[in-house]
């Protein structure tokens, strides 16, 4: 009743362990499954490895999170390195970053061999020459987009920016390039302030908010996008309980990730959301997640 098929990838459900929580080794990736994720979503990898910034990185708030990490990741080769032996018998999307379109394509072109799909981060929402500044203009979105589907035939899923005042020309802008399908939202660019050291708590002081708190504005983003988008959406941003799931369904995302529920409460959330998203559509007649995608958009 759960399985679906998005990108010529099927999935046991519709939900996805987004980028950045607890995926930074093939193992973790595999309990996600075995704990209930349709698809998992590596930690954004780029050409040179990097440490990431100095803590603290995160901050807990009621909620949600903001988190500045820096782009921790190994870098292309020892990613590969890692991964290359590794069987997976789930999809496993790779995320990739880069500062400009060649290096987003040369990250394709390596890292193609252990992805079952690509997840461009044109989004992160500090990182400077990365992400954000480059996923805010329509222009740089299709110049990356386009040259990552010059290398690679694996699909591509473009993954957008909320701090821009209109995401649905980036989402436009990526299927004109070629994308297979987009995921919004990234974090929403943030601040907290410790009022007693009179200084952001956060060492890179600016950092991406997530959580429960941008749940309304990343639903705001799937809807207006699944107005004007033909390729699929794949819904992300503060996805806590089975019924925020199904709202993002409703509003058009064909397939959802969480990312700050798992870190706050662990692999088990997917389980307890795919049960609910079950007992939902048995109640109400609907037999496939299929039949619900969209709904709310035909009023
Ligand atoms: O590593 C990070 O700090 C980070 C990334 Br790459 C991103 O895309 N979004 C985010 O909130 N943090």
Redesign the pocket.
């Known amino acids: 009743m759960l399985d679906i098929e998005i990108l010529g990838l099927k999935m046991k459900n519709p939900l996805i362990l987004a980028?950045?929580v607890v995926d930074m080794t093939p193992e973790l990736l595999k309990r996600a499954h075995r704990e209930g994720a349709g698809a998992v979503v590596t930690k954004?990898i780029g050409k040179e490895p990097r440490k990431?910034y100095e803590n603290p990185t995160i901050v807990e708030l009621p909620y949600g999170l903001i988190?500045?990490?820096?782009?921790?990741n190994p870098g292309w080769e020892a990613f590969l390195e890692e991964f290359k032996g590794e069987k997976f018998d789930f999809p496993v999307i790779v995320s990739i970053?880069g500062g400009a379109p060649e290096e987003f394509a040369f990250l394709a072109e390596k890292l193609q061999e252990v992805a079952d799909a690509f997840e461009l981060?044109l989004?992160?929402?500090?990182?400077k020459g990365y992400?954000m500044e480059i996923g805010q203009d329509p222009n740089n979105v299709y110049e990356v987009v386009k040259a990552v589907k010059d290398v690679t035939d694996k699909p591509i899923i473009a993954k957008l920016t909320p701090n821009t005042n209109d995401i649905t020309k980036l989402g436009l802008a990526a299927e004109k390039a070629g994308a297979d399908a987009v995921s919004a939202i990234?974090?929403l660019k943030a601040i907290a302030i410790d009022i007693y050291a009179k200084r952001p708590i956060l060492n890179n002081k600016i950092g991406?908010y997530?959580g429960p708190g941008i749940k309304p504005i990343a639903l705001r983003a799937v809807y207006d996008l699944a107005r004007v988008l033909d390729i699929p959406i794949i819904g992300i941003g503060g996805i806590t309980t089975w019924q925020d799931a199904v709202e993002f369904l409703l509003a058009g995302a064909s397939a959802l990730q969480i990312g700050t529920a798992v870190y706050l409460r662990g692999f088990s959330v997917f389980k307890e959301i795919a049960q609910g998203i079950e007992n939902y559509l048995r109640e109400e007649g609907f037999k496939s997640v299929h039949e619900i995608v969209g709904l709310a958009l035909k009023v």
């Not at 988190?67 to 921790?72: E, R, V």
């Not at 989004?123 to 990182?127: D, F, R």
Request: glycine share 22%; aromatic share 4%.
């Open positions: 980028s950045g954004s990431g988190n500045a990490m820096g782009l921790p970053f981060n989004s992160c929402p500090h990182a992400g990234n974090t991406g997530s």
